[in-house]
Structures are given as structure tokens and as C-alpha cells.
T-cell receptor, first 109, second 117 residues
Framework: EDQVTQSPEALRLQEGESSSLNCSYT??????LFWYRQDPGKGPEFLFT???AGEEKEKERLKATLTKKESFLHITAPKPEDSATYLC??????????FGTGTSLTVIP | DSGVTQTPKHLITATGQRVTLRCSPR?????VYWYQQSLDQGLQFLIQ???????AKGNILERFSAQQFPDLHSELNLSSLELGDSALYFC????????????????FGPGTRLTVL
């Protein structure tokens, strides 16, 4: 069964304390892996797309990496404005999209 | 602002009723997706259209239907509403589908919050 699992469910960090969020997946034919940021009551905001194992992408304090079974979103020296829910999504064969339930990140000043 | 618009922002209705949610994709995007997000289930993929044709179906109930019009806007119709249908409904759009590149990236609208009483 195609599945996307994110961990941890919730993460509290002190400002400046770096950490990583995990997205593991089991799908029939990975076509792409997407990371989104979602603020409460808002639509998900696109961050990154990764297509093949070994690929990495960076944007400000965020860096996404991809292996054959999982992806990591590394957050370096986070700030309070990075507080949000981070969603991982996988595009499988047949153009099906599967979203994880997200990691709720809180960065404390 | 992603460029995807959804109306209405909020909708309150009663059980058994029917509602229509509307989505306008970003300029140039041919594909539209619908998602349901409830507190206990996260984002659930409902259905996808590309240039007016249905291309993929997810966990969409038979009481729900959608279509994409020639001007590429899309509507999601929800009928015989139940309390459990209360959720945020998101529309997303992308340039292409299945290209395996950045044109597959979905951009989400602000959502419609549906409350069924």
C-alpha cells in the first residue's frame, strides 16, 4: 500500500537549535517528492521538489535531501517565523499524490 | 499569494444539503487538483483534472463530483452533506502532470472552510 509517514508529529526547538524532519515513503514508482509549509488555516506553500536519490535543495535556513526510502528537511538555526506545519507529499505512478500528516514545528524565542 | 483563487472562503450549511466550491487555477496552469483536509486525517487527495479531463481519482466519495470547464476553472460539488464532511477543501494547480520536472509542482489556493451543521 502506498504510504507517506512523517516524524516527529510535533517538534519544539529553541531559536537557533538546528534539527531535521523525516518523511519516509513506500510508493509504487516515485515520480517526485514535495515539501510544503502550512500555516494554520492557510493553504500549503510550496518549498521544494526532489526527483532522484541523492538530490538536495536549499532555501534560506531549509535544506531538503532525498534517499530511496526517505527525505529529510533540515532546519538550520531556526527562527520563530519558521514555526508552521511542514508537509511531505509523494507523486506516484498514475499521478496519484499522497500527503503525510505533517510535522508541527514550534520555534521558541 | 500562489495565484490560485477559491470561493467562497467560508460556507456553513445543513446536513442533506448540496454545495459547490469553485477554483480558478494560476494563469497558464492546465491541471487542477482537489483535496480535503480534516483535523484527524490530514490532506486527502480527491480528484485531478487536466485540460478538462479527469486524470486521477483518490478517495472521493460518490456524493462528491467535480469538473473542469473550458476556461480551466473547476468546481467541486458536494451533495447529501453529512457532519463528517466538515473540513477545509483545497484546490491546487500545476502547469503539467507526469512531466517529472518542476511543471508538476502543485500550488495551493487559500481553501474553503465548509461547516455542516
Amino acid at each position: 500500500e502506498d504510504q507517506v509517514t512523517q516524524s516527529p508529529e510535533a517538534l519544539r526547538l529553541q531559536e537557533g537549535e538546528s534539527s531535521s524532519l523525516n518523511c519516509s515513503y513506500t510508493v509504487s514508482g516515485l515520480r517526485g517528492l514535495f515539501w510544503y509549509r502550512q500555516d494554520p488555516g492557510k493553504g500549503p506553500e510550496f518549498l521544494f521538489t526532489l526527483y532522484s536519490a541523492g538530490e538536495e535543495k536549499e532555501k534560506e535556513r531549509l535544506k531538503a535531501t532525498l534517499t530511496k526510502k526517505e527525505s529529510f528537511l533540515h532546519i538550520t538555526a531556526p527562527k520563530p517565523e519558521d514555526s508552521a506545519t511542514y508537509l511531505c507529499a509523494v507523486q506516484a505512478n498514475g499521478n496519484q499524490f499522497y500527503f503525510g500528516t505533517g510535522t508541527s514545528l514550534t520555534v521558541i524565542p | 499569494d500562489s495565484g490560485v483563487t477559491q470561493t467562497p472562503k467560508h460556507l456553513i450549511t445543513a446536513t442533506g444539503q448540496r454545495v459547490t466550491l469553485r477554483c480558478s487555477p494560476r494563469s497558464g496552469d492546465l491541471s487542477v487538483y482537489w483535496y480535503q483536509q480534516s483535523l484527524d486525517q490530514g490532506l486527502q487527495f480527491l480528484i485531478q483534472y487536466y485540460n478538462g479531463e479527469e486524470r486521477a481519482k483518490g478517495n472521493i466519495l460518490e456524493r462528491f463530483s467535480a469538473q473542469q470547464f473550458p476556461d480551466l476553472h473547476s468546481e467541486l460539488n458536494l451533495s447529501s452533506l453529512e457532519l463528517g464532511d466538515s473540513a477545509l477543501y483545497f484546490c491546487a494547480s500545476s502547469v503539467d502532470i507526469g512531466a517529472g520536472d518542476e511543471t508538476d509542482t502543485q500550488y495551493f489556493g487559500p481553501g474553503t472552510r465548509l461547516t455542516v451543521l
